[in-house]
């Protein structure tokens, strides 16, 4: 089983990414997914939630500015990052979900820098 997230670079405040985790092994329509994010001097913390049903979650600070989607086709999880800020600026890792459906598994992080 292997997860990898793409798509982080260095973008001025006020402009987008989009991140993609792309994955083998795992069937991602039928999983809880999730982006996550360590910002410097900071703990990991939950960026957004996507479960298998459709439902999503999003953490305050992003709320109305990111989207959580999926392709099943691709077997890709994206998250859209509009309006982003420099506290933005952090590691984003995608991970599958294992509280339903164990174990959960971390890919490895894709670098996020937002300029002021």
């Known amino acids: 089983v292997q997860l990898q997230a793409s798509g982080g670079g260095l973008v001025q405040a006020g402009g987008s990414l989009r991140l993609s985790c792309t994955g083998s092994?795992?069937?991602?329509?039928?999983?809880?997914m999730g982006w996550y994010r360590r910002a410097p001097g900071k703990q990991r913390e939950l960026v957004a939630g996507?479960?298998?049903?459709?439902?999503?979650k999003y953490a305050d600070s992003v709320k109305g500015r990111f989207t959580i989607s999926r392709d099943s086709a691709r077997n890709t999880v994206y998250l859209q990052m509009n309006r982003l800020k420099p506290e933005d600026t952090a590691v984003y890792y995608c991970?599958?979900?294992?509280?339903?459906?164990?174990?959960?598994?971390w890919g490895k992080g894709t670098q996020v820098t937002v300029s002021s």
């Open positions: 996507l479960t298998s049903g459709g439902r999503t």
């Open positions: 991970k599958k979900e294992g509280l339903l459906r164990p174990p959960e598994y």
């Open positions: 092994g795992i069937i991602f329509s039928i999983n809880d």
